[in-house]
């Protein structure tokens, strides 16, 4: 099961990190001569923003710093466990965050470079990824030959379970909806799951269940039905990082190169610990500590990931140039 330990990022924390940054910028030719610096083509990488969910019920019961007890994990109250009114409250924040963010130079907003957003099929990753990536609330549920325009059905309160929430309708990719582009996508991923083990909240429900619930999502690729993985297994770290591997290779044979992925501190942790190669890289201490660190309730984190392997896909800004570039032009009419 999943652990917290990190802390909520202040307005000070956020505001040092980008005088870090610009610190760094204004270094010398000089003082750049001891950093190390890598290129590889740009079809061989991706950027993923890893996002943890918000907090759920069993986080609430089962985090000392939250004044529960890790014993609460394993009970079964807490089975795939609903984000608590606070962790829908990340999500605005999350999402809140987004509609804003722009580039460097302001012309274009981050929401419009997500081409994907693959998500845990576990209720808290998945009420994560609509609540913060998918469009507005909807005043009523709609109808039955329009559920797929939902990401989420509308849900009533349940006293210590969940709270109340209005349905959320799918989002055209970018800030704004723009004719001619499609809704984002929402892929439901079993490999980004959290920790296989014992602890119920890590038990996933049916996706019959699921599909009901979220009707935009798209679940084919989660295979069984049933959870037949929880319970089977108590997966160790080696395990894990293994898991992880194969995510890994599943993203990079994928088109897209800008994904969200929605998924669980314990999965994350090991992704950062398997390919965050830091040491190898001889990295500075400040970058090992920021990609180490564990990840807090509804973080995003934007990496980038580089395939050495010489897997990736097509590059639509590359040219080759030469002969071959030039195709059907022809100088003696093409001036």
């Not at 845990?120 to 109808?143: H, K, W």
């Not at 439901?188 to 979220?214: M, S, V, W």
């Amino acid at each position: 099961s999943e652990t917290g330990g990190g802390t909520h990022t202040t307005r000070e924390e956020m505001q040092k990190a980008k005088d870090s940054a610009q610190d760094l910028s204004k270094l010398s030719i000089e003082d750049n001569f001891g950093h190390r610096f890598f290129i590889a083509p740009h079809r061989h990488t991706k950027t993923l923003y890893l996002v943890r969910h918000g907090e759920g019920y069993h986080n609430l019961a089962g985090e000392p710093a939250l004044g529960g007890s890790r014993e609460n994990y394993r009970s079964e109250k807490y089975a795939d466990a609903h984000l608590t009114p606070r962790g829908w409250a990340q999500c605005r924040a999350l999402k809140k965050h987004l509609d804003s963010a722009v580039t460097h130079d302001g012309r274009e907003h981050v929401m419009d470079r997500i081409e994907l957003v693959v998500v845990s099929p576990l209720m808290r990753a998945l009420e994560t990824a609509v609540g913060s990536l998918g469009g507005s609330d909807m005043a009523v549920d709609p109808t039955p030959s329009r559920r797929d325009c939902a990401l989420m059905m509308s849900r009533s309160a349940i006293e210590g379970v969940r709270p109340a929430h209005a349905a959320i309708k799918t989002r055209n990719e970018g800030i704004n909806a723009q004719p001619g582009r499609t809704d984002l996508k929402f892929l439901a991923c079993e490999l980004c799951r959290e920790h296989i083990g014992q602890n119920p909240c890590d038990r996933r429900r049916t996706t019959a269940e699921y599909k009901d619930a979220f009707p935009a999502i798209d679940f084919s690729q989660v295979v069984d039905d049933e959870d037949k993985l929880w319970g089977t297994m108590n997966e160790s770290n080696d395990e894990m990082c293994e898991r992880a591997h194969r995510f890994m290779e599943w993203i990079m044979r994928r088109p897209e190169t800008h994904i969200a992925v929605v998924t669980h501190s314990a999965f994350m942790a090991a992704m950062l610990r398997e390919f965050g190669a830091t040491d190898q890289l001889g990295c500075h201490e400040r970058v090992k500590q920021e990609t180490h660190r564990w990840p807090d309730n509804c973080e995003m984190r934007p990496v980038v990931v580089v395939d050495p392997s010489g897997g990736g896909g097509l590059d639509p800004m590359f040219f080759p140039g030469g002969k071959t570039g030039l195709g059907d032009f022809d100088d003696s009419t093409n001036v």
